[in-house]
């Protein structure tokens, strides 16, 4: 894979300067300081005394097309724009997002006479003020009319600090295509400047961004290397890396063409030497300049494994303007890695794998259960010659899925491509193209993990014929991978064979590379296949790491990837850029988790982030590699509080291995009830009892989530609510409610649809979550505050409340209060309107749904539906101001209002399919002040407790709370940020 030019160095420039490069001299060819060549100039001059004479004052400057470097004025953006930007004495702008919500800027570079096609590259530099800021630029009707180019901010800019971004006009982003550009915005530059949080306690909603120098920008040289042509070496006196290194003059003249070799110093223990500091290259020649990186290797020995450093060549024309370039993957910085080998390296064979696991047998009984299922799931694959396609590429598998039935369809035979059956149905859909491709997601996947039961079944038994098994997938994919179709769009995920995109080669990457580092010592493969193999696993990681999706679940299945790879084909660069990356493991696990531990998308999205982590610091960890680091415990920690542990996939044997905590021992109790891989080769033996431990109520201020527990560790009930962080990714669900037993949800939600259905924007509604909705419609991108928590073991509690200065419905202030009182789960509400509003209470239950009111089916749907639902089959009543209702797995809701209440029932869509689903919620119609208090109970025996109204504000709220044994206060001062339970006395 080539990977091209270029990002400069990350040495900031001063507010004044004009010129990008420090090392830019005047000469007599040079682009001005102004950005205009000489000729230029004198055209612009010429142009300012003929308008003179004529009495016209000149607004524009020469026609774009004859410069290389044209600045953008973002400050001619379109009037009608909402904006708080300003132009500032010192030539930057600053841009402000006052209460955190995102802004649009849209600047039309026709009147300007700018044509991005003409160029190469946007370039800026931005400096956010008060937090992590995001940016998205898109340009409407590029590279087609038609079409829309993207690109957000994938490389490091850090508060308060200047950093330059350049985004590659001949590469999209990231393959989001965001439809077709419509006539009207053809040739406009649009930003979307939003909010980043970090998740540190105390992070302000606001934000405020500097930008400078922003600008369009043709490219005078070029400079590139191909990664797969790098040569890790490791002789007796040295150890190090080769890289064969492009220069190209893109100009039409002779110049002279300056090499700087660690330009941003970043070396400390490497060195690097290159034949010679600058070179005369004639019009559109390129040459090559081998680069070498090395270290004595009794230096290297005394460093840990795969310590790494990066260089950044740069390479300039002396005095001319924005001409200096580095390798740029994309629109982000890559280096040339240099790195400490993994010395010594003890692959299992047979015998030793054998003897290891018979040692701890006793201690962990299970062993022997999982040892069967790998044989067992090895024996599966040993009965096929498994083809690899001739066709392609693959498509998400979403699509695997008969239209009528929304079942997986299966295909005729496990080694057919082009006929399925639906087991439902019983239809058959033979040479249907988008069924074959997306069985070919499925199937590569499969061959992958088949790769790596192969070579465990082979450690388990000894037997060759399943290491044989193994060598002749890898060999055959091996064979036809250089064929195979790739998509090829202009993106950086498009280049991808094995899976639909990047993201989805990702999925099966890493178990080819790990099926093949478990046959290190396996006989069956020669030196000229194992050649082959790592040929293959190299060329699929390359194409592979050309995609930067920052920090979030994408990135870490990438860096997953192609780490993987690097150290299963000692290939030190890969393993070096994903961990030592921009976008690494160390920068995602700082960067892309809140001080809590929280992954920034939430939900979903954590749990597939924090499996990739885990997998990869388990694979790197049998290579002496340790990436189990304080910054990752909290990952651990956030993610058990959070009770977001991804079920059978994601083990803490290896973590508690490391960390020795004993708050993960509940956890490991659970997990070991069936043994699984990370607990045969990693679990700690001899764990001690865990039963007695008290469940504790969690704060996570960083994120703004609040878990209440009441109970023990082995036996607990919870409640969850957030107040800053969504809890999943694009969902506008903040002071939604989650009711808990022992970590499995009891209460229910729509969940997450997948992207391929058309009712996937359902799931971001904020009517699709546990919340109060108002007018139908869904909540702002705003954050509530935490006024109260009480983690007291009794009766915990957490009171919040929205910002008056920035509330989720304009107009609208709402406090919500959560407790756990006796093992019931409690919510109270209080909305105040600036006018009259509809205002909705949603609870969402297993179905069936009982009232103990009869409701009556509505001809018509009700006002002030959300605008997302698919709803259908609406019953309502008038209820007065109590409402009781029982769902289907015993939990049981009673809810009363200070005033008359209607209850609806209907059927909506939910779940990963979009299945239909109930919902359930309450309404009080054209009020100004509403109180909403529900009290629930789960237990076939046990009845919610019984509930009124002491106090009803404006500033002091009491209820009263009667459960089968005693009766409790709960009271709320919001004004004064207080709350508590007060037991009052036990029923006789």
């Known amino acids: 894979m080539i990977l091209h030019a270029d990002v400069k160095s990350e040495a900031p420039m001063t507010a004044d300067a004009k010129s990008v490069n ?156 965001l439809g077709r550009a419509q006539e009207a915005r053809r040739g406009a530059l649009v930003l979307n400047h939003y909010r980043r949080i970090l998740g540190y306690p105390g992070e302000p909603a606001e934000r405020k961004t500097l930008f400078r120098h922003f600008r369009l920008v043709r490219r005078r040289v070029s400079i590139s290397f191909s990664l797969l042509d790098a040569e890790p070496f490791d002789h007796a006196g040295e150890v190090g890396v080769s890289y064969p290194l492009r220069i190209k003059n893109l100009t039409g003249q002779p110049q002279r063409v300056v090499l700087d070799l660690d330009s941003a110093r970043t070396l400390k223990y490497f060195q690097a030497a290159a034949p010679a500091e600058s070179f005369d290259l004639r019009p559109g020649e390129e040459k090559g300049v081998p680069i070498r990186l090395f270290m004595p290797r009794r230096k290297a020995m005394s460093l840990p494994p795969l310590y790494s450093e990066p260089l950044i060549p740069k390479a300039f024309i002396p005095g001319l303007t924005d001409s200096d370039v580095i390798p740029l993957m994309g629109y982000r910085r890559f280096p040339l890695w240099a790195s400490v080998p993994v010395f010594h390296r003890n692959p299992w064979n047979p015998e030793s794998f054998q003897a290891f696991l018979a040692a701890r047998e006793k201690a962990v009984p299970g062993i022997r259960g999982w040892l069967q299922s790998e044989v067992a799931q090895a024996g599966q694959a040993m009965k096929f010659h498994w083809p690899v396609p001739d066709f392609g590429p693959p498509i998400h598998d979403q699509a695997y899925r008969c239209d009528r039935c929304r079942v997986w369809l299966q295909p005729e035979t496990p080694i057919t491509f082009h006929k399925h059956i639906c087991p439902a149905c019983k239809a058959v859909f033979e040479n249907n193209d988008r069924y074959d491709r997306a069985w070919l997601m499925r199937y590569n996947c499969a061959r992958a993990q088949d790769v790596r039961h192969l070579a465990l079944a082979w450690l388990a038994t000894g037997d060759p014929a399943y290491a044989r098994k193994a060598a002749e997938i890898l060999l055959d994919y091996a064979a036809r991978y250089p064929e195979m179709p790739i998509y090829g769009r202009r993106s950086t995920s498009s280049a991808s064979k094995l899976g639909a995109n990047s993201l989805h080669s990702s999925y099966v990457t890493p178990h080819f590379a790990e099926g093949y580092s478990l046959l290190e010592a396996a006989p069956c493969l020669d030196e000229a296949q194992r050649n082959t193999v790592v040929s293959f696993l190299r060329q699929a990681a390359a194409d592979v790491i050309s995609h930067s999706v920052e920090y979030n679940n ?51 999205y954590h749990r597939a982030v924090f499996g990739a982590l885990n997998d990869f610091a388990a694979f790197a960890h049998a290579y002496g590699v340790n990436l189990y680091t304080p910054r990752l415990k909290r990952v651990f920690d956030g993610t058990l509080a959070a009770s977001a542990v991804p079920v059978g996939s994601v083990s803490y044997e290896l973590a508690y291995n490391v960390y020795r905590d004993p708050q993960y021992l509940p956890l490991l109790s659970s997990e070991r009830q069936s043994c699984r891989e990370f607990t045969a080769l990693y679990g700690v033996l001899g764990l001690p009892d865990v039963q007695k431990l008290p469940a504790t109520s969690i704060l996570m201020p960083g994120a703004g989530y609040v878990y209440l527990r009441q109970g023990s560790a082995a036996d607990w009930k919870g409640i969850s609510l957030n107040y800053i962080k969504p809890f999943d990714r694009g969902e506008r669900d903040k002071l939604t409610t989650f009711f808990l037993r022992n970590g499995g949800q009891v209460d229910s939600t729509v969940g997450r649809i997948t992207y391929g259905s058309p009712h996937a924007g359902w799931m971001e509604s904020t009517a699709a979550h546990n919340t109060i909705v108002i007018d139908g419609n869904d909540e702002r991108d705003a954050d509530a505050s935490l006024l109260v928590f009480d983690a007291s073991p009794e009766h915990p509690l957490a009171l919040v409340a929205t910002d008056p200065a920035a509330p989720f419905y304009e107009g609208v202030r709402q406090v919500r209060c959560i407790a756990l009182i006796e093992g019931c789960y409690v919510v109270f509400d209080h909305v105040s309107a600036n006018r009259p509003r509809t205002m909705d209470r949603y609870q969402y239950g297993h179905s069936p749904a009982a009232f103990q009111i009869p409701l009556s089916l509505l001809e018509h749907p009700p006002e002030d539906l959300p605008k997302r639902g698919s709803f259908s089959r609406i019953e309502a009543a008038s209820c007065g101001r109590e409402l009781r209702i029982d769902f289907k797995n015993a939990l049981k809701m009673r809810l009363i209002s200070d005033g008359d209440l209607e209850a609806f029932k209907g059927l909506t869509v939910g779940g990963y399919q979009a299945d239909p689903m109930e919902l359930t919620f309450a309404r009080r119609k054209a009020c100004r002040e509403a109180i909403f208090l529900a009290a629930f109970s789960l237990g076939a025996e046990q009845q919610p407790p019984e509930i009124k109204l002491l106090e009803t504000g404006p500033q002091q709220f009491t209820s009263e709370l009667k459960t089968a044994t005693s009766t409790y206060t709960l009271s709320m001062h919001p004004a004064e940020r207080k709350a508590s339970v007060t037991r009052l006395s036990a029923q006789k």
């Open 554 to 604: 994408q990135q870490a299945e990438h860096f997953r990837a192609y780490g993987s790879v690097g150290l299963a084909t000692s290939f030190w660069p890969f393993a070096a850029e994903a961990i030592y990356g921009d976008f690494g493991w160390h920068e995602l696990v700082e960067y892309g988790f809140s001080e809590d531990g929280i992954a920034h998308e939430g939900g979903a």
């Open 22 to 177: 420090p090392h830019s001299q005047p000469v007599a060819s040079s682009v001005t300081l102004d950005g205009l060549s000489h000729r230029g100039k004198e055209c612009h001059h010429l142009h300012r005394r003929m308008l003179r004479l004529l009495g016209v004052v000149l607004a524009a400057v020469p026609a774009f097309a004859e410069t290389d470097v044209v600045p953008i004025d973002l400050l001619r953006h379109d009037p009608r724009d909402s904006l708080h930007l300003r132009g500032l004495p010192s030539g930057e702008l600053e841009w402000s997002l006052p209460a955190g919500m995102a802004e649009v800027l849209t600047l039309d570079l026709r009147p300007l006479g700018i044509d991005p096609g003409q160029f190469d590259e946007v370039r800026f530099e931005i400096q956010p003020l008060i937090s992590q800021v995001g940016l998205n630029l898109a340009l409407h009707g590029y590279p087609g009319q038609d079409d829309i180019s993207s690109w957000y901010l994938k490389f490091p800019a850090r508060t308060g600090e200047w950093s330059e971004g350049r985004f590659d006009l001949h590469l999209d982003d990231d393959g989001m295509y």
